[in-house]
């Protein structure tokens, strides 16, 4: 399956990046800098350090890609990497308070460990630190070399629009906890918000510090968003039907937390009394494990299971098409499809 | 007493800066803008609209006054104002969510009415918006004028590098609670993040928009977080000793709630027997009313009380020098100094 071995650009990158994004978490406060080092895997809850487990380094990557990709060296592309990863972890710290999710990646979450005041100043740092950094690139790279102020300010608005996309994205999926169904449409509007939002940013940043044209900035923002909608795609199936062996989750596992996911909107839009089954089933407080097998069945006899799968497919195209539109570099263009892929093409 | 009456000035700028506000709230999605708009006072919690019963709106006035007093016209400092403002209400309803607050200024806060999450998420939809309308001004100018990219970009990095300030205060007031003693010098630290920094913002942010030299955009900021601190002083006094008639308080208020500030954290530097007596009673769970009435007693006996009184006094002459130093325009002069007696010579 292509895409299933981490690319070469993740690690290359990594090693662009970290550096500046130490450097970034340094300027934090005594008070808020450990919980931060916690949240991001550089040490463990008594402030000892860990080999450093943090994320995958996705969005980073596409803004260190997305400068080279349009002709700029790939440090260009830095203080936007390092402000999408703060602003990544920001809404990570956020949600999992919001969800009261006490586990992440096999750790207890900040608010857990730290206390949820704790956590909340904790994201809010992370977000301001974010803008700091694209303002005054300096917090990252530690020189005082001079700002274009006109593509910072660029590139700020764009994480600023796209923080608000996701921040709207996260209120609406809480409104859906109180709704009894959701519609397909609202369903994809929501990850693009969520999902979508910040990844398009990323895949535009470096471009906008690149001082690249507004065509070439728009297309690999359209590359992002439809990445986002197909990760996210793949993500509500793989929660549904992912192998409990690799996801570490139950079977089902977004169905025992009656999740209204891409899957589930699309098998109830299909009607029926199939649907109405669904959806008492999923409206009930606790499922049992014939109840949520049964779901499974309904969501896949409904087509929510293709539908999702053709979404996935059909964003990931629309995606590839425009990263094709914005391309200047071949080298940067074939690591970004690589990339695309293995964030898509995921088993787990 | 100067200042007990509401300045002129704080009237003009409502009037210049409240329909910008509004426009800038209205581009919040239909998830979060309500929580928003209970919040101001704009409606009631079934979002019947209400005589608007807003904040006095220091900040707004700060900042217009702040363009006017280089020289430009008020409209210069629209963005700014409302900008702080935005942030500003942020760090209110987060602030709610830490401390458990149900209310405020005799009104639910938003947690208890719209949920913890909702609360979270709104106010970072008011972080990020802030930052939304400086680095896009017709988001709440309504025009597409052209924007001054180099100016945004200044005002923007002023106004997160004022909040990561505003954050780091919060952090620190978070872990005082933790503590038994804390000294006055990290007493006025966490003032002068919590509260000085963001009035310090708001103080000099329409002198950058107006292209002001940097020597009076420093004045003006020193300006604001002197003033800051001399608020926070007197707010201090009066969480202690203010009338109860006109604080809606109890007596001895912040000693009921085992508050380290500055009378207290003075108090405490005094040493001696006093001193210990006052730590054990802060200590203790719950005070009875003749300790809170000895508590109280104790503050002044060990000088906390005078020294308050002086830094506050203090704060205000080296504000009131530092803006005489950076202004131009005398009228506006006049308005910022009626101002700053306004916000700080309060009896409530």
Tied chains: 1, 2.
Aim: hydrophobic fraction near 45%; include cysteine; glycine fraction near 8%.
């Amino acid at each position: 399956m292509p895409g299933s071995e981490a690319p070469a650009s993740l690690a290359r990158v990594r090693t662009l990046v970290e550096p500046a994004l130490r450097r970034a978490v340094a300027v934090l406060s005594d008070e808020i800098r450990p919980a931060v080092e916690y949240h991001l895997g550089w040490v463990d809850e008594f402030g000892k350090e860990l080999a450093n487990d943090g994320g995958k380094g996705i969005r980073p990557a596409l803004a260190v890609l997305s400068a080279e990709v349009v002709g700029a060296p790939a440090v260009i592309g830095v203080p936007g990497a390092v402000a999408v990863e703060l602003v990544h972890n920001f809404s990570l710290i956020h949600d999992d308070v919001i969800d009261g999710d006490t586990e992440r990646r096999h750790r207890a979450t900040v608010w857990t460990l730290f206390g949820v005041g704790a956590a909340i100043v904790a994201g809010d740092a992370l977000l301001t630190l974010g803008q700091q950094v694209l303002l005054n690139p300096s917090i990252a790279l530690g020189s005082s070399a001079d700002v274009d102020l006109a593509a910072a300010s660029r590139a700020a608005r764009l994480l600023a629009d796209s923080t608000a996309e996701m921040n709207a994205g996260q209120a609406l999926d809480l409104d859906f906890e109180r709704q009894r169904s959701v519609s397909y449409e609202d369903c994809l509007v929501m990850e693009a918000g969520k999902t979508g939002a910040l990844l398009s940013c990323a895949a535009a940043i470096g471009a906008v510090f690149a001082d690249a044209e507004q065509g070439s900035v728009d297309a690999l923002a359209r590359f992002g968003a439809q990445l986002g909608l197909a990760f996210q795609a793949v993500d509500d199936l793989l929660g549904i039907w992912g192998d409990p062996a690799t996801t570490g989750k139950p079977t089902f596992a977004d169905l025992r937390q009656h999740k209204k996911t891409l899957p589930v909107t699309a098998a109830i839009a299909a009607g029926g009394p199939g649907a109405e089954e669904l959806m008492t089933l999923l409206a009930e407080t606790e499922l049992s494990e014939s109840q949520v097998t049964r779901a499974a069945e309904l969501v896949d006899a409904l087509g929510g299971r293709q539908r999702a799968t053709d979404e996935a497919r059909t964003s990931m195209e629309v995606a590839l098409e425009a990263l094709e539109s914005a391309a200047t570099n071949p080298a940067a263009t074939d690591d970004l499809r690589e990339l695309a892929h293995f964030i898509v093409d995921r088993q787990f």
